[in-house]
Nanobody, 115 residues
Framework: QVQLVESGGGSVQTGGSLRLSCVVSGSIFSISNMRWYRQAPEKQREFVALIASDGSTNYADSVKGRFTISRDNAKMTMYLQMTSLKPEDTAVYYC?????????WGQGTQVTVSS
């Protein structure tokens, strides 16, 4: 089993910044890709960013150039640095880990961006 716990959400104004963290515990051996997703009210959950075990990254077009995903394997933590935040970034953000073709999810952290 893998447990994921997000933190760092909050309320900011347009143009502000936040850094989300996702602490990983449990059977962390062989965790490969890790991702951030988000879900806005009355919308489907959508992909935000991915970081592979080799450190390569990929981003949704909507956040490219504003968000940065990273991971600290020693601290077993994944991060999402969010800058130039917009009201449309308002959502619950979830971290996701893939281990042996099984996905694990955190409980989510709320990000609210006001105009």
């Amino acid at each position: 089993q893998v447990q994921l716990v997000e933190s760092g959400g909050g309320s900011v104004q347009t143009g502000g910044s936040l850094r989300l963290s996702c602490v990983v515990s449990g059977s962390i051996f062989s965790i490969s890709n890790m991702r951030w997703y988000r879900q806005a009210p009355e919308k489907q959950r959508e992909f935000v960013a991915l970081i592979a075990s080799d450190g390569s990254t990929n981003y949704a077009d909507s956040v490219k150039g504003r968000f940065t995903i990273s991971r600290d394997n020693a601290k077993m933590t994944m991060y999402l640095q969010m800058t130039s935040l917009k009201p449309e970034d308002t959502a619950v953000y979830y971290c996701n880990a893939l281990r042996f073709s099984r996905e694990y999810w955190g409980q989510g952290t709320q990000v609210t961006v006001s105009s």
